[in-house]
């Protein structure tokens, strides 16, 4: 398995795929117009990670704001993670960052459609984002 990093820009997140650690973080803004070329590589690396992960994925999700077809691949992402219970049996921690009220509400929205529950977490300028649960 591979391991993916990618630096964050004006319009597109920091991403930060540790499979060796089971840990995956998306974090920043992500309003890509061709999200396809920017997700599709981390969607590719998640869905092997999925078919042999760790017994423990740990994830953290803090965007500030993201657009309408980021918000599919965030729910693919979702669903994609939601196959390391079903298939493996296996534990998944995901945790939503939100530093307002829209982003809570976001969140809410992501734990209705999500099998793995999704903790909400109020952002703290980031300091959070290094703890583990």
């Not at 969607?43 to 740990?58: H, M, R, W």
């Not at 079903?86 to 509400?105: P, Q, T």
Request: hydrophobic content about 40%; glycine content about 4%; charged content about 25%.
């Amino acid at each position: 398995m591979q391991n993916l990093q990618i630096a964050e820009t004006a319009k597109s997140p920091y991403i930060n795929f540790d499979c060796e650690n089971g840990f995956l973080e998306i974090k920043g803004r992500s309003i890509i117009e061709n999200t396809f070329a920017f997700y599709e590589p981390v969607f590719k690396v998640l869905s092997e990670y999925v078919q042999n992960p760790l017994d423990k994925t740990i994830v953290h999700l803090s965007l500030d704001y993201y657009n309408t077809s980021s918000q599919i691949w965030i729910y693919n992402i979702l669903k994609e993670l939601n196959k390391i219970n079903d298939i493996h049996g296996k534990d998944v921690d995901i945790i939503w960052y939100y530093s307002d009220s829209d982003l809570l509400e976001a969140g809410r929205d992501f734990q209705n459609v999500s099998k793995v529950p999704i903790v909400l977490k109020e952002a703290n300028g980031g300091a959070d984002m290094d703890e583990e649960i």
